[in-house]
């Protein structure tokens, strides 16, 4: 079988965590062929160890520091839109994205964080492909805020909000139901040990090296769910696999390298995004299993305080611009280009840091002509793995 699954790792740190993916992926007899695990890091790094790391596992694979990633632009003519993906940010996931609309043999894509480890209670990778096919009832969740924490199951014991949580919509009445579920395109492992909260929720659970006092285990979660339509949710990329079609409305929006020093929206906004563009057109996120363990490391607190206070404000306000836009769509780049444009051309000036959002709308709109560009016929390039 051809390489149908791209694995994105954004890493500067321990790039060899994928070999417990890989090991799980062997335990439970998942073909490793399927993979094509892209590592996503910066020009200080051991590309070479990197790359000598996939060897030995005898797993496809490529490295992409800042000067590669320079060099594919170039390659693939779209030079003009190097500025998509920041420097040194964990938004460089976008590049992950790109690379798979230019190679369209990729079906599936899954995200992996460098700090987190699988369960041997799950097949990792086969867990995500059974959700993305996933067929019956599922669970759905609803409250009276139009969100649904991710961490609802036994919220009465350990009361986490997860970061992007907006803080306007706690202490919501939370209801319940099954339905058939419908297309799913994303799904969602969530994680035991360290959770994945905001700096001001880390600092009230009394932690000042950004991890938090309050941990998750197994028993803090109860099976797979799905938010229902009009309901947002926070989508966290540490762990997550999804569809090729839903790219186009899928931006890790641009974060840390700008003038507002807004940081950590990145995955937050574009499942956001992603929400709405699913609910548009009847498509569903599962969200719940294989869960992972992020093992998240000691730093202070008050550096995510930092990146995430210039937009804490425009993070209450983000669902509400695109909830009531691209109704009408009938495609992932409709819904998208319609939250790009309200957010490029409206008047923000009322909120904190308000033209951030002109800026995201504007990378937005680059990022559907980009993968225009991608996306047509152009003469053959170098090979770029």
């Not at 993906?85 to 460098?114: C, E, K, R």
Request: charged letters at 30%.
């Amino acid at each position: 079988m051809s390489h149908d699954i791209c694995v994105v790792v954004p890493t500067i740190r321990d790039y060899e965590c994928m070999r417990a993916y890989f090991d799980n992926a062997r335990e439970h007899g998942f073909d490793l062929n399927r993979l094509f695990v892209l590592l996503v890091t910066e020009d200080f790094c051991d590309t070479e160890a990197m790359q000598s790391m996939l060897d030995d596992e005898d797993v496809a694979g490529a490295v992409f520091d800042e000067s590669a990633r320079e060099r594919w632009y170039d390659a693939h003519d779209i030079e003009e839109f190097s500025h998509l993906v920041p420097a040194a940010s964990h938004a460089q996931t976008s590049f992950g994205l790109l690379y798979m609309w230019s190679h369209p043999n990729f079906d599936y894509g899954v995200f992996i964080d460098d700090d987190t480890l699988p369960h041997d209670d799950w097949d990792f990778f086969g867990r995500h492909m059974n959700n993305l096919h996933r067929e019956g009832e599922v669970e759905t969740v609803s409250s009276d805020e139009q969100w649904v924490n991710v961490l609802f199951q036994n919220f009465d014991e350990h009361g986490l909000y997860p970061r992007g949580y907006p803080y306007s919509a706690m202490h919501e009445t939370v209801e319940t139901d099954r339905r058939e579920i419908r297309d799913v395109v994303a799904s969602q492992g969530l994680w035991t040990n360290v959770p994945d909260l905001d700096a001001v929720r880390i600092l009230m659970d009394g932690d000042l090296e950004g991890q938090a006092q309050t941990r998750t285990d197994f028993d803090d979660f109860d099976g797979d769910f799905v938010a229902e339509d009009g309901q947002y949710l926070t989508v966290c990329s540490m762990n997550l696999a999804f569809k090729r079609e839903v790219i186009p409305a899928f931006y890790q929006c641009p974060m840390d390298d700008n003038e507002w020093e807004v940081g950590r929206f990145d995955d937050i906004w574009s499942g956001v995004f992603l929400k709405r563009a699913a609910d548009v057109l009847d498509k569903d996120i599962v969200t719940g299993y294989p869960l992972c363990e992020h093992n998240k490391a000691a730093r202070p607190t008050f550096d995510d305080l930092n990146n995430e206070v210039p937009g804490l404000e425009l993070n209450e306000h983000l669902w509400e611009v695109v909830d009531s836009v691209g109704e009408d769509a009938d495609s992932y780049a409709e819904v998208f280009e319609a939250m790009a444009d309200a957010l490029a051309t409206g008047d923000w000036s009322d909120y904190r840091n308000g033209e951030f959002f002109n800026y995201v709308g504007d990378h937005m709109q680059d990022w559907l002509a980009c993968l225009d560009a991608l996306a047509a016929p152009r003469a053959a390039v170098p090979a770029d793995d």
